[in-house]
């Protein structure tokens, strides 16, 4: 096996070690949670017999190992049974719901790499000037500033007060449904402006920040003076040093979206954002344990995921790296 | 007219702590072909002048006086015309070729770009001069795709050497090309110039910190030190030299022939820049050094021919070259 | 530059760059005082209903003589429950951050120089904390018990913990290869004694660091479970201010008891912020250049 194979295989099996571990953890919270699943019958004309049979239907008089091991066999399967409230399979509720997530979080992210990267490289390299200070200030008030109060305020301020965008929800009621709809609505992307907003306002600094240090490191590189004894005109040298500069955040982008996927909860309820943060809340409020659950899992999963895929990326791009 | 002439060069930049003079009213020349040596000690403002003549000093260094190649001023010249004579007319080996290529890109790509930014050469005749760079300093040409990072020390080194001579420029100037090599690695690299020099007859001007490499590899040597130069002359600087410090430097290399005595270092440390001793620099540290070393600067002044020496008592140098080799003379010499 | 013996910087005079640093202590100063002295400061208690002449509740009026910053929904002053909530905030930043500084130091420290197994099976624990997201696991865990300012602070210490413990222990591994320790060991030092003596000390900066930090992300994630729903009922902290106010849908139009939870927050979080990067290039041995 080469090296690069058994460093995966290293990586990928510390990943499913972790995700068994988090799973367990998930498991034990689970049965400790309060509140009996059938207790929802209390109020129908279930009679006790259906609630027995409801009970072993839903595995709940099983022993505890028989029941941990369907769990673990169900969940990386993602067959998540059935919400105790919706009408769905929680796959398939989860799976809309993560949608969602992606539709608020994908278009703010792309802005925040794209331009932050690009603002972050100028401001490195253009060090002391008027820009590059303004920038830093700026960037590291945004990059503190916590950002559901930013969002509570952009709502105040456009939604409420002024009146310009709506005031939460990723679509009108009626509106599209299918991804392709939805993308495609102006009814999406008015109401995508103002959570979208506040990510790009936060997200941004990440990138800025980091290539502007990166920049200046590579800017201090002693292959840079050799590039300009060479006599290359500035814009090659400044490709060099992009190429460099911007290894670093090939890591981050990945810990950055692993981040944002689970941190969106609080935009997702302040905005009505239909995600699976927003899904999380609402299940444990109503007690739908399958749903909370299943969301819970998904979640980590997708930090654990995007975390090892930032490793392998890394190791492709950047020519030093070595595996032994 | 030289090819080199390098006339009164102030190098200084602004610290915290005050202005800190790098090279101060330097004044050299190198002839086309000259292999010319410039030593002295780590801070003594070596590196500024390589860096000066590339013109690649850091923003915030002050340059005056005049830097002159081939007759043209370099100083104060426009950027784009600089950028001609870069690497074409004249080029850098630099200390620490580890750093010198960029690790992402292959080194074939990094020595294809210093020849396309200058010659009109299609692709493939690009690559057979790369090819025959490579052969040129003894490396393999499948080793051209590599990174930097895949080579050892002593092949990047090489490496650098072809970069550098990938446009025949008329000067190279190599910047402490052996430091961090060891010492088998360090002779291969200096045979190595000395063979393109007497090949190719590139002028070299090569800086060094080492008084040992010089004195074996160049037809002249200048000795620097705190910014200026000391001594300036042929072999005979190492043989006979006429400057305190060149001395001192001389004793500090082990002769392998004298195994018995002890090594003889000069005591104290370089001054600093910003702040640096009155009249002759060295006067702090030199055993022979009297009340007019500190009051009077003493100019650069041809004693033999061709051998110029800095110092007021140079009349006396064959006396103190006598005193020099004894350890005691430098141990009571008051820092 | 190696060169020349003198540190080349660019000119800037070093009191610009102490300003921001003086001017976020001292605004963090005003917070501790604000919740030090709280009870003098503040009008009311945090849960007192105003009640005006008609001995009608008060309830959400702007700003005026009576009520500095207006009412909640409830008549209960929102000036008064700004100034208690500095208290929360603190004791929560502080508690969280020490916790975390002390159990995240004790990892690095011990998973650093002892390395082999314990080392292995401590930095595959920090790598499953690394794998859950705070929130929503704190959300589950707080609906297991019940919600509580303890358990909020002990689960923002779980979740604090594990970025010192990979820093630090990474600075213990550099350290512990430094010939001061060879030297220790060489003498007959015993490991507790290496650590305390030797390796602690030039840890403590970072711990300091990360104690800043701990303040500023533990009031921020008290603030947000508190914001979910998910805080302390009997705490008026920040974000269960702005959690009722968001319930009780008053933010379209009740400004004054939105904004000072909300602006406290940020105010406070930037300050200390500005305080870790005053410090940061004294503390943080890396020396970025950020």
Redesign the interface.
Known sequence: MTGFARYVARRLA?ML???W??LT??FV??K???GDPTAIFVDSNFSVEMIERQRALWGLDDPIPVQYARYLGNMALFDFGESFFQNQTVAAILFEKTRNTALMIVPALVISIVLGALIGAIAGWR??SLMEKTTVVTA??L????S??VG??A??VFS?QLGWLPPGGMVSLGGPETLWGIVTSGDYWQHLALPCLVLVSREITGPI?LL??SM??VKGSDFIDILRAKGLPERQIVTHAARNALLPLVTYIAVMTG?LF??Q??LE??FAWPGI?RE??VA??DLDYPV?QA??YV??LV??AL?FLADLVYGVIDPRVTYD | MALLEIENLHVS?????GE?V?VDGVSLALEEGDYLGLVGE???????IAKAILGIL?Q?ARVAGSLRFAGRELIGLSVIELRRIRWRDIALIP??AMNGFDPVYTIEKQLDEAIAAHADLPAGARRERIAALFAMVGLSPDRLKDYAHQFSGGMRQRAMIAMALALDPKLIVADEPTTGLDVIIQDQILERMAEIHATAGNAMLLITHDMAVVSENCDRIAVMYAGRIMEIGGTDVFLSPLHPYTMGLCNAFPDAARREGELISIPGT?P???DPPSGCRFHTRCPFATARCTDEVPPLIEISRGHFAACHHADRAPEFRDQARDPATWRTATP | ???????????RP?FAKRRPGVVAMLVTALFIAMAAFAPFIAPYGPFDVAYDTDRAVVALSPPGWQNWFGTTNQGMDVFSQFVWGARVALIVGLISALGSVLLGTFVGLVSGYFGGWIDEALM?AT??A????????A???I??AEPSLALVILLVIFFLWRTPARVIRAQVLSLKARPFVWAARAAGASDARIIIREILPNVLPLSFLYMAIGV?TGV?LE??LS???FGDPNVQSWGIM?NAA?RAGA???A?WW?LPP??A??IF??AV??IT?AFEDRLNPQL???
């Open positions: 510390l070690f972790v995700i571990a988090i953890i998930i919270l689970f400790l949670l309060p060090r002391g590291l008030f990059h503190s500033a916590p559901f109060f509570i305020l709502l105040m409420y920040l502007r240090g200046l490191e981040l689970q941190g909860v609080l309820i302040i943060g999380l809340v444990l409020n909370a969301a819970l979640m980590a930090t654990l975390n | 930049y602004r610290t915290p702590h800190a790098a780590s801070g003594c403002g070596k590196s500024t850091p915030a200390q620490n370089p600093s820049l910003v | 530059m190696t060169d020349t013996a003198v540190r080349i910087e660019t000119s070093r595959r790598d499953i690394f794998g859950m997201p705070f929130l929503p696991f959300m589950v865990i609906s297991i500023q921020m603030a947000a914001f979910l729903g702005l968001f933010m379209r139009t400004w939105v909300g602006l927050l940020s979080v930037i912020f500005m990067r970025r250049a950020i």
